[in-house]
């Protein structure tokens, strides 16, 4: 998603993801320390969908991430629509969502291996909600 | 009324990849799972559709009734395939999260 922002809103239209080869900017890199099983702390942005939805400030998510969005591109999750939804502990962006949208949101980490039954995860409530419009 | 469509973007055979790690749930099941545990507990029915992304349709972004889930599993084997979708959806209103 932040490749498709930053090729079509953010005016770098070879942007790239490292996963396919060297060619174009890279955007979203092979992160120094792989996040790949780790669980990460993360702080919501005051204001922000995903902190209405958590309800929290403060959570703790599951990742297996080895790529995220590159540390000198930190500045295109916010911008041309878009705000930061979360960073983690190091300051690294972990979401990013658009603020003209009725639910667009892009995370760096993994949601759904946080959710259980009867414990669904805000970001998929959020999802649903939207779809059927009951928000 | 037909029920919500929420197409779910994933290669299988990377995006289950994670299920021969450790023991846990592949990221594919564990996104199917989670879109089942928050229609139970919101008591609403949305149609989940797994989309390998070499097989993208126009069923995918159908408005009005679509939301898409992108990914977990990169790389996926149709990249601009799934760019074109995330495309579409940001600029038609179509529910979006991408993991």
């Known amino acids: 998603m932040l490749v498709e922002h930053a090729r079509n809103l953010a005016g770098i239209p070879d942007a790239a993801h490292a996963e396919y080869g060297a060619g174009g900017t890279a955007v979203i890199s092979l992160l120094a320390c792989s996040l790949q099983g780790q669980t990460i702390n993360l702080d919501l942005t005051p204001g922000s969908r995903l902190a209405e939805l958590s309800g929290t400030l403060r959570t703790v998510e599951h990742t297996t991430c080895s790529y995220g969005l590159a540390s000198d591109m930190q500045e295109l999750a916010s911008g041309h629509g878009l705000r930061v939804g979360a960073v983690d502990d190091t300051g690294e962006v972990r979401a990013t969502e658009r603020v003209d949208h009725p639910f667009y949101l892009a995370t760096l980490y993994q949601p759904q291996l946080r959710s259980a039954p009867g414990r669904p995860h805000p970001v998929f409530v959020g999802l649903l909600n939207a779809l059927t419009g009951t928000e | ?99």
């Open chain 2, 1 to 99: 009324m037909h029920a919500p469509v929420i197409s779910v973007l994933i290669d299988v055979d990377s995006a289950w990849r994670g299920q021969r790690r450790g023991g846990g749930r592949g990221y594919g099941a564990a996104t199917i799972a989670a879109l089942d545990h928050a229609s139970q507990s919101l008591g609403v029915q949305a149609h989940v559709r797994v989309v390998p992304t070499d097989t993208i349709d126009r069923d995918v972004i159908a408005d009005p009734g679509a939301a898409v889930v992108v990914g977990p599993g990169s790389p996926y084997r149709n990249p601009e395939g799934v760019l074109e979708v995330i495309r579409v959806a940001r600029e038609n209103g179509i529910p979006l999260v991408g993991t």
